[in-house]
């Protein structure tokens, strides 16, 4: 799973990819109003049919394109959540852990406590400590 920060990022770049196709379909609209203009003003409807075509097909494009964005941007946003739950219930987990420790150690005695961090190791399988 990737990190919160690592989702962040990709968000923020699925987020400028999504201004820039924004700019660009603005753009291509502008002309096509443009192209609309001139044609009533010159009666010429024939003319730059291809260009209009072409026109269209690419605002027809950069629509698609931005609304898969937004799609993964939202996918994304929930995985971001998930992940910021996921490291926070871990971060509150190893908090309680260290808490749990450090009373242990102030409440029990020495030999208990020992004893207790000892077959807290033999149960995970680690080398004791050197406490």
């Keep these: 799973m990737k990190s919160p920060e690592e989702i962040q990022k990709a968000i923020d770049c699925n987020e400028v990819e999504v201004k820039r196709l924004e700019g660009e379909i603005l753009s291509i609209v502008a002309q096509l109003e443009e192209a609309k203009v001139v044609a009533r003003q010159t009666g ?20 698609l394109q931005r609304r898969n964005l937004n799609k993964d941007i939202s996918s994304l946003k929930l995985e971001l959540s998930k992940a910021t739950k996921k490291r926070d219930k871990a971060e509150r987990n190893a908090s309680i852990e260290r808490n749990f420790v450090s009373a242990a150690k102030e409440v029990l005695s020495d030999t208990v406590f020992h004893a207790l961090l000892e077959e807290a190791y033999r149960r995970s399988d680690k080398e004791e400590p050197t406490c």
């Design 44 to 63: 010429d409807y024939e003319s730059n049919l291809d260009w209009r075509k072409s026109a269209k097909y690419a605002l027809h494009s950069k629509k």
